[in-house]
């Protein structure tokens, strides 16, 4: 695709089942990003991918939240046992290379824990 | 810790005014400090960028001030207009270290009146 695409686009789920998030970067994109975004809070870095691998997970806030990527695409970003806290929109963004610093965000999902 | 702050929080100005952004921040390490632009159920897009061996760096309406010695820089959209209305989102990284890893600041608000 042209973008990087997410999905869903929205998700609303109970509290304490688990969910999966999917992004699908930038053909040919080596390096991804997921970041969270809570109103008023600006966007918070979760996880890291250079290829299949992650060099930094310092983001993820719990032992609930883990990510993989497959094949040096696409990305999966799990929550288990979800939180009320843990409502907010999901971001991932593409960059072309390690060198290359511009950002292509996805549109997001917005997850909702009720 | 908030690596990078940004004010103000929202801010209203009137057709073509000048909107200004101000965002600080703490690690001299970082040397990419690029500018968002986000539109409701989108993800940020990036607008302008700049590099800390430049004080200045105009696209179009746009511009970034950049002071080294300060840690500071700003976001000056001249002539707004009702499409710029969004949310706008500093940013800081250092391109050596965890390869492109944003640090956002929480964001502002912009309304342009017609």
């Known amino acids: 695709g042209a973008g990087v695409s997410q999905s869903p686009s929205n998700k609303v789920t109970e509290k304490g089942k688990d969910v999966e998030l999917r992004c699908d970067p930038i053909s040919g994109h080596t390096a991804l990003y997921w970041y969270r975004q809570s109103l008023g809070q600006g966007l918070e870095f979760l996880i890291y991918f250079q290829g299949n691998s992650a060099p930094d997970k310092s983001g993820l806030p719990s032992d609930r939240f883990s990510a993989e990527r497959t094949g040096g695409s696409v990305s999966t970003l799990t929550i288990q046992r979800t939180q009320q806290e843990d409502s907010a929109v999901y971001l991932c963004a593409s960059y072309k290379s390690q060198t290359n610093t511009e950002a292509f965000f996805g549109q997001g999902t917005r997850l909702t824990v009720v | 810790q908030q690596q990078v702050k940004q004010s103000p929080q929202s801010l209203i100005v009137q057709k073509g005014g000048i909107s200004i952004i101000n965002c600080a921040y703490e690690?001299?390490?970082?040397?990419?400090f690029p500018w968002y632009q986000q539109f409701p159920g989108k993800g940020p897009a990036l607008l302008i960028a700049i590099r800390p061996d430049v004080s200045e760096k105009k696209e179009g309406r746009f511009t970034i001030s950049f002071n080294k010695s300060a840690k500071q820089f700003s976001l000056h959209i001249m002539d707004s207009q009702p499409g710029d209305s969004a949310t706008y989102f500093c940013?800081?990284?250092?391109?050596?270290?965890?390869?492109?890893?944003?640090?956002f600041g929480r964001g502002t608000q912009l309304t342009v009146w017609p």
């Open positions: 690690n001299t390490a970082f040397d990419y």
């Open positions: 940013a800081a990284s250092n391109r050596g270290s965890t390869l492109g890893r944003l640090y």
